[in-house]
């Protein structure tokens, strides 16, 4: 399983950017989807996820101002960013929680990580 992430990028302070992150290979089925970023010098946090049946979850810091989706036909998670901060500025990860095909047995799969760099 392969999970392949892009839409990373510099944008200023109040602009908006909008990750994918398509997952490929043996899958069966995936549970929850979403992601996470670590900033220079920070753990790595959960910025939001999403599970199969649409329920959604945010850190405190994004909510109002990210959205998350997926598309379950093309097993790919989006992350709609507005009202981007400087302090958004981090390594955006994302992951997947993937039963393979002929498995009922759920494993994360990350993504290579996109860079997002917000300048105020």
């Known amino acids: 399983v392969q999970l392949q992430a892009s839409g990373g990028g510099l944008v200023q302070a109040g602009g908006s950017l909008r990750l994918s992150c398509a997952a490929s290979?043996?899958?069966?089925?995936?549970?929850?989807m979403g992601w996470y970023r670590q900033a220079p010098g920070k753990q790595r946090e959960l910025v939001a996820l999403i599970f199969s049946g649409g329920v959604t979850n945010y850190a405190d810091s994004v909510k109002g101002r990210f959205t998350i989706s997926r598309d379950n036909a093309k097993n790919t998670v989006y992350l709609q960013m507005n009202s981007l901060k400087s302090e958004d500025t981090a390594v955006y990860y994302c992951?997947?929680?993937?039963?393979?095909?002929?498995?009922?047995?759920?494993?994360?799969?990350w993504g290579q990580g996109t860079l997002v760099t917000v300048s105020s």
């Open positions: 992951y997947a929680n993937v039963a393979r095909e002929y498995t009922t047995y759920y494993r994360v799969h």
């Open positions: 290979g043996s899958i069966s089925s995936i549970n929850d």
